[in-house]
């Protein structure tokens, strides 16, 4: 601080402070929420100026151009969200090239998308928007996330001849509701390549507990859930290269369903293990996951193994495939495990 000396009336002395100014708060940027409102495949005319827009005149925002502006744009707080009002009703979006890399977090949420009244989701029971591959080729990919922390919920993602979704590199990304592999009413098999591939990363979340976050992960090609690396329990990788539990059998007698199996993993550690249903393997013999049937926490030894029983609500067909996952508490989950068909008993 400076002192100036004024004289005043009769020789008065006042004594005024000046101070320096003081610096411009650094506000944080916030997430701003891009609405795709046409299935073209444009990209955006003008990608520094954070609005999507394909056109001159007017505004046309198609999904790539959308990718393209949340990462641009530098929010410091929170995720950019991505949301869909293409007309009302079901609604697909044929990339003609390969989209862009998500390199900013973003949250992609399929469930936005209008019906006639409400969402079209909450109308049909299903996701009702479809990103689907045909006129890519064999490098085809639908979403390839590097950015971490993203989520994409509520989308249907088929006929990619590489991946229908990738996950590469930060992790803490959630896949949750998404039917993949599938037709839109998630019954009849449009297959990936593969389903979702884990290149890299760690917490990355594929499903969840509640209804709305289970994906249908079917009729792809090679793997429902890819884990690029495999190893032993104590390597490192791709949601740390959980392994996957092993069913020993599964058996259908008086109205009930009994099914056994194993999990070697980290000594004295609990998981969830959450098993699923079928009606027929994937090729590559592991997975799918077409109908969720329950979840069980269970606590490995200290040789790292515990063995699991499990009786569904309901009982299960014979000749349907049983699979399971298994999740640790941070929240890494394996592939699916190998199919077991259901016997009568």
């Known amino acids: 601080m400076r002192l100036r000396v004024l004289t005043g009336i009769s020789g008065a002395v006042l004594l005024v402070s000046l101070t320096a100014p003081h610096a411009s708060a650094v506000l944080p940027v916030q997430p701003i929420t891009i609405t795709v409102n046409n299935a073209g495949d444009a990209g955006d005319i003008n990608i520094s100026n954070d609005v999507c827009n394909t056109v001159l005149h007017g505004t046309v925002c198609t999904l790539r151009a959308a990718i393209q502006t949340a990462n641009h744009h530098a929010e410091t707080t929170g995720a950019d969200a991505i949301h869909f009002a293409i007309g009302t009703g079901g609604v697909t979006i044929k990339p003609g090239a390969v989209l862009p890399t998500i390199t900013d ?6 469930t936005t998308q209008p019906g006639s009244s409400g969402t079209c989701l909450a109308e049909t029971g299903h996701p009702c928007v479809e990103l689907e591959g045909e006129l890519l080729g064999s ?11 993203t989520a994409v919920r509520g989308l249907v993602v088929n006929r990619f001849q590489d991946a229908g979704i990738v996950l590469e590199t930060a992790g803490g990304d959630a896949i949750t509701g998404n039917l993949i592999g599938t037709d839109p009413t998630g019954t009849s098999g449009l297959g990936n390549h593969v389903g979702v591939r884990v290149e890299s990363g760690a917490a990355d979340v594929i499903g969840g507990k509640t209804a709305a976050a289970r994906n249908v992960i079917s009729g792809n090609g090679i ?4 884990l690029d690396s495999a190893g032993s329990v104590s390597d490192t990788g791709p949601n740390l290269l959980q392994n996957f539990p092993s069913i020993t ?3 259908t007698a008086n109205g009930s369903t009994a099914i056994q199996g ?24 592991f997975g799918e996951g077409a109908a969720f049937l ?11 193994s515990v063995t699991l029983g499990f009786a569904p609500p309901s009982p299960v067909a014979a000749g349907k495939q049983i699979t399971a996952t298994a999740t640790d508490p941070k929240g890494n989950t394996s592939e699916f495990s190998k199919c077991r068909a259901v016997t009568a008993g």
């Open 105 to 110: 977090q973003v949250t992609i949420d399929g």
């Open 139 to 149: 490098t085809g990919v639908g979403l390839r996330i590097d950015a971490g922390k």
């Open 223 to 226: 793997d429902g859930v890819e």
């Open 249 to 251: 059998s599964a058996v």
């Open 262 to 285: 194993k999990l070697t993993s980290k000594a004295g550690t609990k998981f969830v293990l959450r098993l699923y249903s079928s009606a027929s393997c994937d090729p590559s013999g």
């Open 294 to 304: 329950g979840q069980l926490a269970v606590l490995t030894g200290a040789n790292g």
